[in-house]
């Protein structure tokens, strides 16, 4: 409503007709309004995600875990992610390579819990990717993001490989640290690979690791068992 209101003093600023300087010096001072105004806004963004996901933490388990077939719900997973950013940019374009195993079949798990940690690993692979093309500022980069699933016997597990600019070493400590991020203000709550590794490890039993070369790759690995999750961790 403010900005609107900022638009609305500029239009009759434009009609009173006031000379260079004073023009100048409204101007500079509207300016500093609305970049202060983005900074609200952009504030505003990220205390309503870290809300959300501070509500997702406190709400696992409350659905049913039950076999889902592992290679179709990383599939869904890569499309939803695939579709999200290019609704968000529609600029954005990514290699997808993928090498699912045809044995690992189904898996009993909590699907919209561990669709939450697939979508955030793909998406922070998208992220990486495109901003390595961006800042590098070579033509012939092509962002590519590689998702493999492998049957382990009585567990399984997938990997989310992007070829962004990789983590620094002391970043990749922190990484599955709650409200830490390095995106820009506005863009990451910091709770998205902490509340993938609660999903993981606390509601799955399972693992979450990372492998990485900075300035060449990031790679999320996820093991889990084919069993089911654990009913006394999702207790405590």
């Known amino acids: 409503m403010s900005r609107e209101l900022l638009d609305e003093l500029q239009e009759l600023i434009a009609k009173a007709e006031p000379d260079e300087k004073l023009k100048e010096e409204i101007d500079e001072l509207t300016g ?5 105004l983005e900074k609200v806004v952009q504030h505003g963004k990220r205390a309503d995600s870290i809300v959300k ?3 997702l933490h406190s709400r696992q388990g409350s659905g049913e875990h039950r076999p889902v077939d592992l290679n179709a719900l990383l599939e869904e997973s890569l499309n939803l992610a695939y579709h999200g950013a290019r609704a968000e940019k ?3 374009n990514i290699t997808l390579m993928k090498d699912l195993d045809p044995s690992v079949g189904e898996v009993d798990l909590y699907p919209q819990e561990f669709n939450r940690v697939l979508l955030n690993l793909i998406s922070n692979g998208f992220y990486a990717s495109a901003k390595r093309k961006a ?3 070579d033509a012939n980069f092509e962002p590519t993001l590689a998702a493999s699933t492998r ?3 009585d567990r399984v597990q997938i990997k989310i490989r ?3 600019g990789g983590i620094p070493p002391d970043v990749e400590a922190k990484i599955f640290n709650p409200f830490f991020t390095t995106k820009p203000a506005g863009e990451g709550t910091g709770l998205g690979l902490s509340l993938s ?3 993981v490890v606390k509601q799955h039993r399972g693992e979450i690791d990372v492998a990485t070369s900075l300035g060449e790759f990031a790679e999320f690995t996820v093991t889990i068992p084919r069993s089911g999750p654990s009913s006394q961790a999702l207790r405590s």
């Open 197 to 199: 590794y609660d999903i």
């Open 151 to 153: 049957n382990l016997g």
């Open 53 to 55: 996901n501070m509500l």
């Open 162 to 164: 992007d070829n962004g």
């Open 90 to 92: 529609p600029g954005f």
């Open 135 to 137: 800042e590098s500022g």
């Open 32 to 36: 500093l309004i609305e970049g202060n």
